[in-house]
């Protein structure tokens, strides 16, 4: 009896691996600078940066990331500061990704405005060619296997 449960317990384990493998886990924000949710003021003499470090426990997973300001509502044109894709490096935590958003250069006026950092585990999917997006983030939907996370910090633009 004992010969006949050993099969039994190997292919049972080989499935519970194989399922651990096929689980595809979400992107992380591994750190930022400034913080999250911290009020940035650009303009003359206060260029920063926006830092954000991206990690994927899957390591063979391209990683999407998007800088958004006024998103998802706001009918700011230029919604899309910035876009990055990060392709596998082997390891959990990626290279950071930097942005140093100018208030003119994007066409927006004084006082506070969202920025979005969004990265995704999947390509974000393009309204302009046909494909579905949810209403509600017409920017960085992702397929539905896909997964995302998102950053955001109050821009103050004096």
């Given at each position: 009896m004992k010969g006949l449960l050993a099969p039994v317990v190997l292919a049972l384990a080989a499935c519970s691996g194989q399922e651990r493998e096929s689980v595809n886990h979400p992107p992380f924000i591994a750190d930022t600078s400034p913080a999250e949710g911290e009020i940035v003021t650009f303009g003359p003499g206060n260029d920063r940066d926006l830092m954000v470090n991206v990690g994927d426990e899957d390591l063979t997973d391209h990683l999407f990331?998007?800088?958004?300001?006024?998103y998802p509502t706001g009918n700011n044109p230029k919604q899309l500061l910035r876009q990055v894709e990060f392709p596998p490096t082997g390891m959990v935590v990626r290279?950071?990704?930097?942005s140093q958003p100018n208030c003119r250069d994007l066409g927006i006026g004084p006082g506070m405005h969202?920025?979005?950092?969004?990265?995704?585990?999947?390509?974000?999917?393009?309204p302009t060619a046909g494909e579905a997006v949810d209403p509600d983030a017409p920017l960085d939907s992702v397929a539905e296997q896909g997964h995302r996370v998102r950053v955001v910090w109050l821009m103050n633009c004096p």
């Open positions: 990331m998007r800088f958004l300001v006024d290279s950071l990704v930097f969202r920025l979005v950092f969004s990265a995704a585990d999947r390509r974000f999917l393009d």
